[in-house]
């Protein structure tokens, strides 16, 4: 390193024929030197990428608290493996262990309106929220009482149903682990990409209900 400190950059190069009388000298641009070599940062993982189980029970968390629950595909059953079947029940989602158990899930949540009007300015935020995600959910709007389930139609008023899921998702693979040139192809199911969504979406229900 001490070595390296008393050099000093070159500006010149001057050179002397030794058959003809002339000298002839070439200037050099200073350039800087730094003895340290530039990081590698790897690329982030795209968000249609299973997450891990642990960021899946972190993520999900506070969006359970705020309503979100975790339902089986329609017409669809869980994955086995062994004849065990990974169903997810929305209570018991820090039990998720593996990142394969969020196959063949969706995230759900129904938001209750007082007025109609209410329900259709959420419902266009919502088309904005799509377009700029470019991810497009299954959106159930009408009267609470026409809602199947019991919970809701006992209630008064209008409701947005929000199902969201990845059709085509990605394996899980660790931060940093290179690209395969090939990879094996998930079922659909809950990743980074319907968690971002449904955060988002949260962030918008909020907003728009401080402006009543």
């Not at 999900?60 to 595909?73: C, D, E």
Request: a positive charge.
């Amino acid at each position: 390193m001490r070595l390296l400190q008393t050099l000093r950059p070159v500006t010149h190069i001057t050179i002397k024929s030794p058959t003809r009388h002339y000298v002839t000298s070439i200037h050099l641009k200073p350039r800087s030197f730094s003895s340290s070599y530039p990081t590698y940062s790897p690329r982030p993982l795209s968000p249609y990428r299973y997450p891990s189980a642990l960021t899946f029970i972190n993520t999900f968390s506070p969006l359970h608290s705020a309503g979100w629950r975790i339902r089986v595909l329609p017409c669809h059953s869980p994955p086995t493996t062994n004849n065990v079947e990974h169903r997810l029940p929305s209570k018991d989602y820090q039990k998720v262990e593996r990142w394969e158990q969020l196959q063949m899930h969706r995230l759900v949540k129904t938001y209750l309106f007082n007025e109609w009007k209410e329900a259709i300015r959420f419902m266009r935020r919502i088309e904005e929220l799509v377009e700029e995600h470019d991810h497009h959910p299954s959106i159930l709007i009408g009267p609470a009482l026409d809602h199947p389930s019991k919970k809701w139609s006992q209630a008064k008023g209008y409701i947005v149903e929000v199902s969201t899921h990845t059709h085509t998702p990605l394996s899980y693979i660790e931060p940093g682990t290179p690209k395969k040139a090939t990879e094996d192809k998930p079922l659909p199911g809950i990743t980074g990409k319907d968690l971002g969504f449904a955060q988002e979406l949260e962030e918008v229900h909020r907003e728009l209900s401080r402006m009543v």
